[in-house]
């Protein structure tokens, strides 16, 4: 069955950087869109952007335009999420999705999270 | 502040039937379907509702959504103490080069 399986949680301090993976099973990765959602503490889902693993073409929302970086590793079946410049506001859950080719189509299959904190 | 507005919790006992709104703009809603996710304490969202109205496989029949307009709401028949989770609505925004939005959520307490 599909599966979406992210690495361990991590700590990081004020002003650096995090690299989270996403490695997904069950179905051919090139015919899914990878989205990274993320969840701060007690608050809602917030999308972050999607890559599409067959050409590696991304989209992000424009509150992170300038620190995210979606890429994708074809031969792994892995995507990858890094945040840069990371503040105590950064502070989450970090989640990958999966949805079925088309930007608009609902991620249907989620990772289990990746808890990410930011301190000084 | 999220794009989508939804009330903060809502209440029920076993057996009643509850709903919840989700309130949203011409570019998002009003433009293109709506889908509900249900995040039970510690886990990761679970799909509940796709294209307003349909349930993936798996998803027991007291789950139903509908939408009108730039409102949509999920209906909660024969209500469970399972049932007792953070739920969110989600839609595909068409500005700023498309985007997903989310609603804040709605926790639901099953009394």
């Known amino acids: 069955q599909m599966q979406l399986v992210q690495s361990g949680a991590e700590v990081k301090k004020t002003g650096s950087s995090v690299k989270v993976s996403c490695k997904a099973s069950g179905y051919t990765f090139t015919y899914r869109y990878l989205h990274w959602v993320r969840q701060a503490p007690g608050q809602a889902l917030e999308w972050m952007g999607w890559?599409?693993?067959?050409?590696?073409?991304?989209n992000y929302a424009q509150k992170f335009q300038d620190r995210v970086t979606i890429t994708r590793d074809r031969s792994m079946s892995t995507a990858y999420m890094e945040l840069s410049s990371l503040r105590s506001e950064d502070t989450a859950m970090y989640y990958c999705?999966?949805?079925?080719?088309?930007?608009?189509?609902?991620?249907?299959?989620w990772g289990q999270g990746t808890l990410v904190t930011v301190s000084s | 502040q999220s794009v989508l507005t939804q009330p903060p919790s809502a209440s029920g006992t076993p057996g009643q039937r509850v709903t919840i709104s989700c309130s949203g703009s011409?570019?998002?809603?009003?433009?293109?379907?709506v889908n509900w996710y249900q995040q039970l304490p510690g886990t990761a969202p679970k799909l509940l509702i796709y294209?307003?109205?349909q349930r993936p496989s798996g998803v027991p029949d007291r789950f139903s959504g509908s939408k009108s307009g730039t409102s949509a709401s999920l209906a909660i028949s024969g209500l469970q103490s399972e049932d007792e989770a953070d739920y969110y609505c989600?839609?595909?925004?068409?500005?700023?080069?498309?985007?997903?939005?989310f609603g804040g959520g709605t926790k639901l307490t099953v009394l």
């Open positions: 294209s307003n109205n």
């Open positions: 011409s570019s998002n809603i009003g433009s293109n379907t």
């Open positions: 989600a839609a595909w925004d068409d500005s700023l080069n498309g985007h997903w939005v």
């Open positions: 890559i599409t693993p067959f050409n590696g073409n991304t």
């Open positions: 999705a999966s949805s079925a080719m088309g930007a608009s189509i609902e991620p249907d299959y």
